[in-house]
């Protein structure tokens, strides 16, 4: 007759085996928190060890990947101010005839009879919005621009490819947008500057 298997249960040694940590295998199946930010750290640590040889490493990762990222973000905002400076100035508005250049269509204004109205009282901020809308429309009559409704004064700076008008447009639209967006009052000498520059754009063609 085959004997039967027995099994013994010892419970102090199975309770030894359970607190010994050489025995917890489902620990090493877990997961550890490794955060994204902790694997740049590493994968730093580990570049600044090499240039380093080891030294100085540890004390001046942290501030360098700090120094980094910093140039980074003042990359991508100077990067955004070249495109959109207008997002950058703060806007002004003064006087009773304001309007924005997004809501008008620069093929309905009569600029002659506007910019006279506009001197006659003064109000030299609306005369100098009057006479770059009117350059504008002088671009577009050209053909040198695809004028629309929904684009941005530095999207016809970039779009003008005369290189003997641009600098004078480039120099016109700068002084629209600290008018428009920025701190600055305009007068009777920037109206007449404006004017000039524009002139100068007209020159280029006739």
Known sequence: MLQADSIIYD????AEYQSDKDYDYGAQLETPDYSIWDMIMDWFNRLMMEIFQGKYSEKYTAPILIS?????????VYFIYLKRPELFLRAKRTGSLQYD???ENIHAID????????????DFRYAVRLVYLQTLRFLSEQKLIDWQIHKTPT????????????????ELTNE?????YGNYD???????KMQSLQNAMKGGIE
């Open 11 to 14: 419970v102090k040694k199975i």
């Open 68 to 76: 980094v990222f910093v140039l980074i973000v003042a990359a991508i």
């Open 101 to 103: 250049i997004e809501e």
């Open 111 to 122: 600029f002659d009879t506007e910019i006279a109205k506009a001197l006659s009282v003064k």
């Open 155 to 170: 999207d016809y700076r970039y779009e003008l490819q005369n290189l003997s008008m641009k600098p004078h447009f480039s």
């Open 176 to 180: 629209f947008l600290k008018v428009r």
């Open 186 to 192: 305009a007068s009777a000498t920037l109206f007449e």
